[in-house]
């Protein structure tokens, strides 16, 4: 489990030792960084790193929704950092939100060799039945949507990649440590 926090909803007023100060009641802070734009100017979120699991989780029980800070317009929100492993599904689920919104679309089965033009008639077993929460104004045009097909495939094709790679290496190691 990550010691790394994530807290949003932050003043932008304040600095690494206004931060470190709001933490240090819940435990030892090993590091402290306010994010800042290109200007230098916060822009309302840090990453606090505990030297313990039971600091972070007291700091996320103490303070999560516990006030709201001068200019926000919610509360103090503190979590678990997103892990890289996190990042790469939450991408996943919106891309695969975003092909199931595109009008006229009904499955992400379709071989890429299909031109953009055949996009609307491959059909799922199982379609989603509830409708897309976008107006037509607002869905991807078509002219996109093989491009987002093919960065989820390229997504999907990295992920196999890199469990065929973990695989090979296991197996190399079993091999090596029976000789």
Same mark, same amino acid.
């Given at each position: 489990?990550?010691?790394?926090?994530?807290? &949003?909803?932050?003043?932008?007023?304040?600095?690494?030792?206004?931060?470190?100060?709001?933490?240090? &009641?819940?435990?030892?802070?090993?590091?402290?960084?306010?994010?800042?734009?290109?200007?230098?100017?916060?822009?309302?979120?840090?990453?606090?790193?505990?030297?313990?699991?039971?600091?972070?989780?007291?700091?996320?029980? &103490?303070?999560?929704?516990?006030?709201?800070?001068?200019?926000?317009?919610? =509360?103090?929100?503190?979590?678990?950092?997103?892990?890289?492993?996190?990042?790469?599904?939450?991408?996943?689920?919106?891309?695969?939100?975003?092909?199931?919104?595109?009008?006229?679309?009904?499955?992400?089965?379709?071989?890429?060799?299909?031109?953009?033009?055949?996009?609307?008639?491959?059909?799922? =077993?199982?379609?989603?039945?509830?409708?897309?929460?976008?107006?037509?104004?607002?869905?991807? =045009? =078509?002219?996109?949507?093989?491009?987002?097909?093919?960065?989820?495939?390229?997504?999907?094709?990295?992920?196999?990649?890199?469990?065929?790679?973990?695989?090979?290496?296991?197996?190399?190691?079993?091999?090596?440590?029976?000789?």
């Amino acid at each position: 489990m990550s010691l790394d926090l994530f807290v &949003g909803m932050l003043s932008k007023k304040f600095n690494e030792q206004d931060v470190r100060q709001l933490f240090s &009641g819940h435990g030892t802070i090993e590091e402290c960084t306010v994010l800042r734009d290109q200007n230098g100017q916060s822009k309302g979120c840090a990453f606090v790193t505990f030297a313990t699991k039971q600091a972070a989780i007291s700091a996320i029980k &103490g303070l999560h929704q516990s006030k709201t800070m001068e200019g926000c317009s919610a =509360p103090l929100v503190v979590k678990f950092a997103d892990t890289q492993k996190d990042k790469e599904q939450k991408r996943l689920q919106q891309l695969q939100t975003n092909l199931w919104s595109v009008p006229g679309t009904n499955g992400l089965s379709m071989p890429l060799t299909q031109s953009a033009t055949t996009i609307a008639s491959p059909v799922l =077993p199982n379609p989603p039945q509830q409708q897309s929460p976008f107006l037509a104004a607002d869905a991807i =045009p =078509p002219s996109q949507t093989l491009q987002l097909f093919q960065q989820l495939q390229g997504l999907q094709t990295v992920n196999i990649q890199q469990q065929l790679l973990q695989e090979k290496e296991e197996k190399a190691k079993e091999k090596n440590g029976q000789k």
